[in-house]
């Protein structure tokens, strides 16, 4: 899905990470991460609890500083480039960042200015109208459901165009309903030309959405590509009339469980 040729943006991955390392004291989180993201692509980032997922992203955010090895966000180096970085990326975190106090519309407008755009009225009751919150925009974010503040979260961080979108577990928490709208509104995101690097611990959140999927296990990626390429590297059954294929929760758990931890063809 990669459009980016037609914005006429610069070639080369998105994002590109080689030998990350991380570690708080005595924990050692990222053990040297590899991985590449190409531009316009939707990249899931699957791994358990503490696998260092959101660790991965406040990095490449520019929000931590790694102890090891290079990334690079739009051809700018999180290290050495912060400034830059920032000015490419919107990242949503784990935990809505949305004022309660203020109303939808209010909490737009208020980023709006921070960005010094020239008419911060007029992004708003766009970005309002593409998430399905026109009607609500008026109201505090206080009595909004968990989707809307999700889906607003996700619209402030839209502001200012951004080239490459960080999305730590959009949909944790979500009714299935409000899963498939934030799942629209990522699609459409990518549609536009938008690289979007999404967390998950959501297995069918992967397989549905995301054009490729990297395994984050003990500190590594250790397995990556399309769904099909991951499905590849376990077989299917051979039985007399059925051909079973493996689901992705079938491939993550027979990948993460393994004492071997390189992702190898094996028969189930
Ligand atoms: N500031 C910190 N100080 C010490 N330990 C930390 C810190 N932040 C994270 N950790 C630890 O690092 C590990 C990775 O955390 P991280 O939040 O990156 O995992 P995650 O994959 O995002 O997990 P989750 O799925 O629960 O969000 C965990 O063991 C966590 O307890
Ligand atoms: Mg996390």
Redesign the pocket.
């Known amino acids: 899905m990669t459009t980016s040729a037609t914005l006429g943006r610069a070639s080369g991955p998105a994002i590109s990470v080689r030998g990350l390392e991380k570690a ?2 005595e ?1 050692q ?1 990222l053990r040297g991460v590899d991985l590449d993201v190409a531009q316009g692509d939707i990249v899931a980032l699957l ?12 990095i490449l955010s520019t929000l931590l500083k790694a102890d090891a090895g290079t990334a690079t966000v739009d051809g700018h180096d999180v290290g050495s480039e912060p400034a830059s970085v920032r000015g490419s990326i919107s990242l949503t975190g ?1 935990f809505a960042a949305v004022d309660e106090i203020l109303t939808g519309r209010e909490n737009l407008l208020l980023v709006g200015r921070l960005r010094h755009l020239a008419d911060p009225g007029t992004v708003a009751d766009d970005l309002l109208a593409r998430f399905s919150l026109t009607g609500a925009g008026g109201r505090r974010v206080a009595t909004y459901s968990g989707g809307m503040r999700r889906r607003l979260d996700i619209a402030m961080s839209l502001i200012g165009d951004p080239s490459v979108i960080f999305l ?2 959009p949909t944790t928490g979500l009714d299935p309903q409000a899963r498939l709208e934030v799942w629209d509104a990522v699609k459409r995101l990518a549609a536009g030309g938008a690289t979007v690097l999404l ?1 998950t ?1 959501y297995l069918d959140e992967a397989e549905q959405l995301a054009d490729r999927i990297a395994i ?1 296990h003990e500190g590594r990626i250790i397995a990556e590509g399309t769904l099909a390429q991951l499905k590849r590297l376990f077989p299917p059954t051979e039985v007399t009339y059925v051909e079973k294929q493996p689901t992705l929760e079938e491939i993550f758990l027979a990948i993460t469980s393994g004492t071997n931890t390189s992702a190898s063809a094996k028969e189930n």
């Open positions: 708080y004291g924990l989180v791994g358990s609890n503490g696998a260092g997922k959101t660790t991965a992203v406040k784990q730590d577990e967390t611990q984050l």
